[in-house]
């Protein structure tokens, strides 16, 4: 949603991200999500969940044909994962400035994948990359009563 104010477009919108298996294995959750918070996005709908085969075969489908993908699902459905709705301005944007680059060897200071990511593979979040795919993402894992903002 977006709303005017006098002089201005605020451009507030919605992603949706996911604290992945090496993150809640570690016990990172909340430093994960305190790096989130302190660059101004606020979780508005938040879930702990066990991803089925399926459930990560559809969210990942568009990289079905990579090299990586068996490896991909096989890692997202290792463990729990935590799955988000995250607010702000430009939230989609931000929240991959906050993330960081794919690879953390490439991920720059102060992003979660240079703090906390251990591989190309096991990098600890994932964001959406637009804001239709942040709808399409969103309303796989959350009901529209499952998010307050
Ligand atoms: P993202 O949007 O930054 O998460 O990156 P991509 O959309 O390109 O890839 C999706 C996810 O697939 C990444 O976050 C990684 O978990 C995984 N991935 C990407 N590239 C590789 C790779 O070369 N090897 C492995 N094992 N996993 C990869
Ligand atoms: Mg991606």
């Given at each position: 949603s977006s709303q005017t104010q006098p002089g201005r477009i605020m451009a507030t919108e919605r992603t949706f991200s996911i604290l992945k298996p090496d993150a809640t294995k570690r016990n990172l959750t909340g430093a994960v999500n305190a790096v989130i918070e302190?660059?101004?996005?606020?979780?508005?709908?938040?879930?702990?969940?066990?991803?089925?085969?399926?459930?990560?075969?559809?969210?990942?489908?568009?990289?079905?044909?990579?090299?990586f993908f068996g490896e991909l699902v096989a890692f997202m459905t290792s463990g729990p994962v935590v799955v988000q709705v995250l607010e702000g301005e430009n939230a989609v944007a931000r929240y991959r400035e906050v993330m960081g680059a794919t690879n953390p060897a490439q991920?720059?200071?102060?992003?979660?994948?240079?703090?906390?990511?251990?591989s190309v593979g096991e990098n600890t979040v994932h964001g959406s990359d637009s804001a239709e795919n942040a709808r399409i993402e969103i309303a796989q894992f959350f009901q529209d009563g499952d998010i307050a903002g």
């Amino acid at each position: 949603s977006s709303q005017t104010q006098p002089g201005r477009i605020m451009a507030t919108e919605r992603t949706f991200s996911i604290l992945k298996p090496d993150a809640t294995k570690r016990n990172l959750t909340g430093a994960v999500n305190a790096v989130i918070e302190e660059a101004g996005l606020r979780i508005v709908g938040q879930r702990r969940i066990q991803m089925s085969r399926a459930q990560a075969e559809t969210f990942y489908e568009v990289h079905k044909e990579r090299p990586f993908f068996g490896e991909l699902v096989a890692f997202m459905t290792s463990g729990p994962v935590v799955v988000q709705v995250l607010e702000g301005e430009n939230a989609v944007a931000r929240y991959r400035e906050v993330m960081g680059a794919t690879n953390p060897a490439q991920a720059a200071e102060g992003t979660i994948r240079k703090k906390f990511a251990q591989s190309v593979g096991e990098n600890t979040v994932h964001g959406s990359d637009s804001a239709e795919n942040a709808r399409i993402e969103i309303a796989q894992f959350f009901q529209d009563g499952d998010i307050a903002g």
